[in-house]
């Protein structure tokens, strides 16, 4: 069975939140003790040597990128380092449900930017699931019955830089490994946790303080490698609805690090984003189905029953 570029897609997608979220639990709970700068720093000497392994692996030898990728790889690295300090910023202070929820926007954030800066098609009934998955975010993170602080407001300033950040991503030239892109954000990213330093001083690390960036380091490097691929393949209409398995991972991931239960509010939003992920899938399962059948009649030969 062949499978399409939108769920190859998806399950990158899929795969990158969950490995993203866990990297985040293992950073929040780093940063408890150790300070930011340096939690970021170590974790991205550790990324980076383990995307020279898999780069090695993949037997990449060429870095050089043409002058148009070279570009993009501005704008990504920009994206990326600009998200990475709002993000982490905002996590310290905040529960990770609560900054998953917020950052459950940017689904619709990239399709739009795709359709208006990309002019990549989207549909009505995908747009509708996205904004009725969106909805179901709105239910967890209930504005105006808290409001927002400045954590918050950095969360969301978080979103507009990851948009920048897979905007660029989706129009490298598809001869470019994926790994050769996200060795350059953990390079960009490791070089700005080494720059806080001057304002924050290095300590010792505990063995406990080293497994955990360890821990964050290697989810990372799985999460770089599939957002890259994920965003690189399909329809982003079909595709960003999936980062709101993010949010249930962080919920599981929140109970079980942090001890902090979800109410029945986040779990009712919860379920209507899990709808609406699966809604889009099989919409686009059925889709393939009915080109699959259309070619197979254009040819003359039959689709076996499944």
């Given amino acids: 069975m062949t499978i ?26 780093a940063t408890e003790t150790v300070p930011l700068s340096e939690a970021i720093a170590v974790r991205g000497m550790l990324t980076v040597l383990g995307l020279l392994a898999v780069a090695r692996v993949m037997g990449v030898k060429d870095f050089n990128l043409a002058a148009a990728d070279r570009k993009l790889l501005g704008w990504r690295t920009f994206g990326e380092v600009g998200g990475t300090i709002t993000f982490l910023l905002a996590l310290r202070q905040m529960p990770l449900a609560n900054i998953s929820a917020i950052l459950q926007s940017l689904p619709l954030a990239v399709t739009l930017g795709a359709a208006l800066l990309l002019k990549e098609p989207v549909g009505w009934r995908r747009m509708t ?13 209930k504005p105006g019955t808290e409001g ?41 990213v490791t070089i700005m946790g080494f720059s806080g330093l001057a304002l924050e001083s290095w300590r010792g690390l505990t063995v406990a303080e ?97």
């Fill in 4 to 29: 399409s570029n939108n769920s190859r897609g998806i399950l990158y997608m899929v795969v990158a939140m969950a490995t993203f979220t866990l990297n985040d639990t293992f950073i929040k709970l």
């Fill in 148 to 188: 927002f602080n400045i954590w918050s407001v950095l969360a969301l300033v978080s979103v507009g830089f990851v948009v920048i950040r897979d905007l660029s991503t989706r129009q490298f030239s598809s001869n470019i490994p994926s790994v050769v892109i996200a060795l350059f954000s953990a390079v960009a």
């Fill in 210 to 306: 080293m497994l955990m960036l360890t821990t964050a380091a290697g989810a990372l490097i799985v999460g770089y490698m599939f957002i890259v691929m994920a965003m690189r393949v399909g329809d982003v209409a079909i595709i960003a609805p999936f980062r709101y398995t993010s949010l249930v991972v962080a919920i599981f991931l929140g109970w079980l690090a942090f001890d902090t239960l979800p109410g029945p509010w986040t779990v009712a939003g919860a379920v209507v984003v899990v709808a609406t992920g699966l809604y889009t899938y099989l919409r686009e399962h059925q889709l393939q189905r009915r080109i699959a059948a259309s070619k197979s009649s254009l040819t003359g030969t039959a689709t076996p029953d499944r």
């Fill in 129 to 141: 699931a996205i904004l009725v998955g969106f909805c179901g975010v709105m239910m967890i993170v």
